[in-house]
């Protein structure tokens, strides 16, 4: 069974900065590429940050670059969210991703989320 478990949202002050973790299990963690989407309140999810499966490249939303940092530990089955600058705009629901797509298949999977909210 596959899990992918956020953690490490809350609240912040607006300019504070979060980290946050997805562990991921029950899937080859070094060849799935991984990402963060959010979603809040009334909007569609939308990308925040992917990287490929080593590590190599990474893939930023305009709203978030030069602020948000994605990195992965392969070892420990772990994909990280560095958080800078965070903005009241930043408030959402934060979801880890895990994605693989091979000739004949696809494979996409879901974290239950973990809420940010930028406030003062």
């Known amino acids: 069974q596959v899990q992918l478990v956020e953690s490490g949202g809350g609240l912040v002050q607006p300019g504070g900065s979060l980290r946050l973790s997805c562990a991921a299990s029950g899937i080859i963690f070094s060849i799935y590429a991984m990402g963060w989407y959010r979603q809040a309140p009334g909007k569609q999810r939308e990308l925040v940050a992917t990287i490929t499966p080593r590590g190599g490249s990474t893939n930023y939303g305009d709203s978030v670059k030069g602020r948000f940092t994605i990195s992965r530990d392969n070892a420990k089955n772990t994909v990280y969210l560095q958080m800078n600058s965070l903005k009241p705009e930043d408030t959402a629901v934060y979801y880890c991703?895990?994605?693989?797509?091979?000739?004949?298949?696809?494979?996409?999977?879901w974290g239950q989320g973990t809420q940010v909210t930028v406030s003062s």
């Open positions: 991703n895990a994605q693989r797509v091979v000739v004949t298949s696809a494979f996409n999977y």
